[in-house]
């Protein structure tokens, strides 16, 4: 399952059960970042036991994006039979901060860095 365009991608390869994120997504709202939950809400169902989200390539994500991510892994949460594997890069300066704060919301949450 693949949602592309020009700027960025989303991947979910669902044997690996890896979710990758890759270039900008500077979407104008939440409507505009519809096909992107439905997605992550399509990874849910598949009840896997552990999920990779990987951002390393994730060069850019507005406000709103940030978001879309934590109410993400607020589902993950409440699932509380998933494992969830956050994929970031120091090399990219939002990933740093704003992922930390995604552990905060799921403090079991697994968050590596390269």
């Known amino acids: 399952m693949e949602i592309t365009s020009e700027k960025y991608s989303v991947h979910y390869d669902q044997m ?3 979710v990758s ?4 997504l500077r979407l104008a709202g ?4 519809a096909p992107i939950v ?3 809400d399509h990874v849910l169902e598949d009840r ?4 990779m989200l990987n951002l390393r390539e994730l060069e850019f994500l507005n406000s709103s994006g940030i978001n879309v991510l934590s109410k993400f892994v607020l589902k993950v949460r409440r699932q509380e039979d998933i494992q969830l594997i956050v994929q970031g890069s120091t090399t990219i300066p939002w990933q740093e901060r704003s992922l930390k704060n995604l552990q905060r919301l ?3 949450l697994e968050l590596t860095w390269g």
């Open 16 to 18: 690996a059960k890896i």
């Open 21 to 24: 994120c890759r270039g900008a």
């Open 30 to 33: 939440m409507e505009d970042y």
């Open 38 to 40: 439905e997605l992550l």
């Open 48 to 51: 896997p036991s552990e999920l």
């Open 106 to 108: 799921m403090p079991k």
